[in-house]
Nanobody, 120 residues
Framework: QVQLVESGGGLVQAGGSLRLSCAAS????????MGWYRQAPGKQRELVAT???????KYADSVKGRFTISRDNVKKTVYLQMSSLKPEDTAVYHC??????????????WGQGTQVTVSS
């Protein structure tokens, strides 16, 4: 009932920047927290950053000071501005959204993922 479509991944050199976007659509009554997670080959999925509907943010220690999460509540879109990228940031980045559907049920949805590759 909720679709998340990510965009903005790609190949970038170390020190470069990328901006990821994730747009939500569907029978959404209320959008609560949105966030970004990543999964590198052979590793578990890990939290990158989250943002509440009120704008409170949380970051993984490894990205603090380099990544910025933001959202547009009208567009139901969350962004991840990534700067000073490092090879260890290479991963598939997944968008996550939580909220309430039109008929009252809670939902948790994931995007299909977008590849970010940082070359040294």
């Amino acid at each position: 009932q909720v679709q998340l479509v990510e965009s903005g991944g790609g190949l970038v050199q170390a020190g470069g920047s990328l901006r990821l976007s994730c747009a939500a659509s569907g029978s959404i009554f209320k959008m609560n927290a949105m966030g970004w997670y990543r999964q590198a080959p052979g590793k578990q999925r890990e939290l990158v950053a989250t943002i509440t509907s009120g704008g409170s943010t949380k970051y993984a220690d490894s990205v603090k000071g380099r990544f910025t999460i933001s959202r547009d509540n009208v567009k139901k879109t969350v962004y991840l501005q990534m700067s000073s990228l490092k090879p260890e940031d290479t991963a598939v980045y997944h968008c996550n959204a939580q909220g309430i559907l039109d008929w009252g049920n809670d939902f948790i949805s994931w995007g299909q993922g977008t590849q970010v590759t940082v070359s040294s």
